[in-house]
């Protein structure tokens, strides 16, 4: 399974962005997961996504800016962020599980992850 993070770039802080996440192989039952780094700082939680895209969760920074969402007809897993602010300035990265579990916003269930797309937010 690969994974193409794209969709990232320079936006002015209240702006918006959309990522997408494209997998070669099946992301249906999977669950999946975006996650993202600061320049200095660990990789963070930021929304995952259980493998029907009914249940979500989200860091509490993002919940009511970030929407996270799933077609698993194309195998695509999507974040759409609004509202971003400088503090949202990071590398992106998606990621799936390897086995079928449920959402989780804990990195080590994670077996899949892309190569990250940089999101810059500019005050």
């Known amino acids: 399974v690969q994974l193409q993070a794209s969709g990232g770039g320079l936006v002015q802080a209240g702006g918006s962005l959309r990522l997408s996440c494209a997998a070669s192989?099946?992301?249906?039952?999977?669950?999946a997961g975006w996650f993202r780094q600061a320049p200095g700082k660990a990789r963070e939680f930021v929304a995952t996504?259980?493998?029907?895209?009914?249940?979500?969760d989200y860091t509490d920074s993002v919940k009511g800016r970030f929407t996270i969402s799933r077609d698993n007809a194309r195998n695509t897993v999507d974040l759409q962020m609004n509202s971003l602010k400088p503090e949202d300035t990071a590398v992106y990265y998606c990621?799936?599980?390897?086995?079928?579990?449920?959402?989780?916003?804990?990195?080590?269930?994670?077996?899949?992850w892309g190569q990250g797309t940089q999101v810059t937010v500019s005050s």
């Open positions: 996504i259980s493998g029907t895209g009914i249940s979500k």
């Open positions: 990621a799936r599980s390897g086995s079928y579990i449920s959402m989780t916003p804990e990195e080590t269930r994670y077996a899949y």
């Open positions: 192989g099946r992301t249906g039952g999977y669950a």
